[in-house]
């Protein structure tokens, strides 16, 4: 059973900087591991449903992100290390929320199929 533990997050003013890991460990019963999975990073606010925010490929050479992260965010993945990164710059009050990996294209299934592995790592943008 894969297992991810985020981590990273904190309080920062609007306009600060974090970086989130999600260290992987294990492996499906499918056969899939941190290697050979596509890998994304999923948000949830306060009172609001699970979002993705960003994506990226097995290789890390294709990436995607939701507009409202785009130019700010970086995704990234060391293989070598089976973690997952995101750097997190200008950061807005609307980015406060859970950050979660999650294994898998979050942008090609519905929130509902998201399967959370890890407990999450909480960032507050507040001034």
């Known amino acids: 059973e894969v297992q991810l533990v985020e981590s990273g997050g904190g309080l920062v003013q609007p306009g600060g900087s974090l970086r989130l890991s999600c260290a992987a460990s294990?492996?499906?019963?499918?056969?899939?591991?941190?290697?050979?999975?596509?890998m994304s990073w999923v948000r949830q606010a306060p009172g609001k449903g699970l979002e993705w925010v960003s994506i990226?490929?097995?290789?890390?050479?294709?990436?995607y992100y939701q507009d409202s992260v785009q130019g700010r965010f970086t995704i990234s993945r060391d293989n070598a290390k089976s973690t997952l990164y995101l750097q997190l710059n200008s950061l807005e009050i609307e980015d406060t929320a859970m950050y979660y990996c999650?294994?898998?294209?979050?942008?090609?299934?519905?929130?509902?199929?998201?399967?959370?592995r890890g407990q999450g790592t909480q960032v507050t943008v507040s001034s």
């Open positions: 999650l294994m898998g294209r979050a942008d090609v299934m519905p929130a509902t199929a998201y399967i959370l």
């Open positions: 294990g492996f499906m019963s499918d056969g899939f591991t941190f290697n050979n999975s596509w």
């Open positions: 990226i490929n097995t290789d890390g050479g294709t990436t």
